[in-house]
């Protein structure tokens, strides 16, 4: 299994339509669904405020979108990183 990574600078105060739309974007390009998402802080507070109860939810909860993992990371404020596995055979195909 071939590992990606797929890198959208969503800016801190993107709406549901652009985080759907990112997401939709990893999935075009590899053809399969993220293992994981990896947020910047700002980002996943915003996720939180966007997806959860409230922005508070980033700090104290297992947070998802989808079924698929929001995780903090130290990446560049406003910064969202799907990553995930392909198959190298696979990859070849497009």
Known sequence: MERVRWQVALGATYDDDAFTEALTGFRRMYGVAPLRIVCAPDVLQ?????????GDDALSRDLQFAGI??????????????????????????
């Open 46 to 54: 915003r996720a939180a405020a966007l997806f959860a109860r409230s």
């Open 69 to 94: 993992p929001l995780v903090g990371a130290i990446v560049a404020p406003g910064t969202i990183v799907f990553e995930g596995e392909v198959d190298e055979e696979r990859m070849g195909d497009w």
